[in-house]
């Protein structure tokens, strides 16, 4: 059975909003990484860009990875109208 991707093609709702978290706190792929790994979860660089760049699915444990590091809720990272560099 094949996977939803949206209309566009996109494969996650949170790619644009992870670059805006990312560049709010002032980190690189490669650094929130580096900052995922600290915390327990195995999530690389390559992961990242995939996310980002809305080639790759997102997994429950991937959300709840990034809403712990950047202390948002689920809703947060998934809206597209939310305005994450306030």
């Not at 949170?14 to 995922?36: C, T």
């Not at 660089?45 to 995939?50: C, D, G, M, P, S």
Request: include cysteine.
């Amino acid at each position: 059975m094949p996977k939803p991707v949206a209309e566009t093609g996109n494969k996650n709702l949170i790619g644009s909003n992870l670059i805006a978290l990312r560049k709010k706190h002032h980190l690189s792929q490669r650094a929130l990484a580096h900052e995922l790994q600290l915390k327990g979860y195995d999530i690389d660089k390559n992961v990242i860009t995939r996310i980002e760049t809305q080639q790759r699915f997102v997994t429950d444990i991937e959300i709840q990875a990034f809403c712990e590091l950047f202390h948002i809720t689920f809703e947060e990272l998934i809206n597209p109208n939310m305005n994450l560099m306030d």
